[in-house]
């Protein structure tokens, strides 16, 4: 089914373009959690999985910080956009293969 092959990728796709428009913590967050739903569906492989897992990660470490949804900046902005496009790399290269 086509559809649900490509489900993943545009998940991601969304996910990175929304960090780069807003810089908002929660909705990558939610993002994440969808894509580690696609896991259990074989949709989403083991590297992605484990991205989204450091991605979720570094989210929490900026929430323990008081970031919030608010901008956040330096380092750790740096970090969730790598993570991201790390992410989108990993879904083009399952979906090419």
Known sequence: MPAAEAAAP???RQARESWE???DLASVRRFAWRLLEKR???????PAEELCRSLLAQ????????AGTAA???AAESRVGELLRRLEREAGQEGGA
């Open 59 to 66: 989210s929490e470490v900026l929430f323990a910080d008081g």
């Open 72 to 74: 956040v900046g330096g």
């Open 40 to 46: 259990r569906s074989g949709e989403l492989s083991a």
């Open 10 to 12: 545009l998940l991601i």
């Open 21 to 23: 428009r807003e810089r």
